[in-house]
């Protein structure tokens, strides 16, 4: 256990809709990244959170987008879903400068249909 | 970022010993090298990290050359719940607040009886 919690596990939804996925960092924590793993794919970073602050973003169109809250929880949001958002989407977590290591959380499969 | 190369796939039994080498002929001075683990449906988990010689901890051991183009990953005494996916990464934002990670496709080991 990292200590790092995502829901929903799983979510399946329609192309064209919107989907929120929630990440809660591990307790100390005050940055948030978010990733997204195809199937057979090592992830692939979308951005990371910083202090409520954006802090770098991937190769990823406007679409998806993120939230850091005061207690570091973070939301990522991805709007008008395609079939190729289907795929693993996790969170990890860590402590800032001088932490050698991020921690994950289980991820959250989503299913575009 | 430097780009790594590592095998696919490497099958194992048992009881041995799996080195699994990756390639960072580009690796640059301020880079450090990390290994992660994944199991499927769950998100990777650090493993080990290095600059150069060798580190090691509980779970394997890291040997960097003194050029740091290469770097192996060594498993002491493999079992079954060693299979996974192992992800090399290199670059300087592996280590502090940074760790925007970037993964390739990794290497899936497999350990058999």
């Known amino acids: 256990e990292t200590g790092v919690t995502q829901s929903p596990t799983h979510l399946i939804k329609t192309r064209g809709q919107q989907v929120t996925l929630r990440c809660s960092s591990q307790s100390g924590h005050n940055t948030v990244s978010w990733y997204q793993q195809a199937l057979g794919q090592g992830p692939q970073f979308i951005f990371q959170?910083?202090?409520?602050?954006?802090?770098g973003r991937g190769n990823f169109p406007p679409r998806f987008s993120g939230l850091q809250f005061p207690n570091y929880s973070s939301e990522l949001n991805v709007n008008a879903l395609e079939l190729d958002d289907s795929a693993l989407y996790l969170c990890?977590?860590?402590?800032?400068?001088?932490?050698?290591?991020?921690?994950f959380g289980q991820g959250t499969r989503l299913t575009v249909v | 970022l430097a780009k790594t190369t590592q095998p696919i796939s490497m099958d194992s039994y048992e009881g041995q010993e799996v080195n699994i080498t990756c390639s960072h002929n580009n690796i640059a001075t301020n880079d450090y090298i990390t290994w992660y683990q994944q199991f499927p449906s769950q998100g990777p988990r650090f493993i080990i990290q290095g600059y150069k010689t060798k580190v090691t901890n509980e779970v394997a051991s890291l040997f960097i050359p003194a050029d740091r183009k290469s770097s192996t990953l060594s498993l002491p005494r493999v079992s079954l719940s060693d299979t996974a996916v192992y992800y090399c990464?290199?670059?300087?934002?592996?280590?502090?607040?940074?760790?925007?990670?970037?993964f390739g496709t990794g290497t899936q080991l497999k350990v058999e009886l």
């Open positions: 959170y910083y202090r409520e602050e954006e802090n």
């Open positions: 990890a977590s860590s402590g800032g400068t001088g932490d050698t290591e991020a921690f």
């Open positions: 990464l290199v670059g300087d934002e592996v280590t502090g607040g940074g760790n925007k990670l970037t």
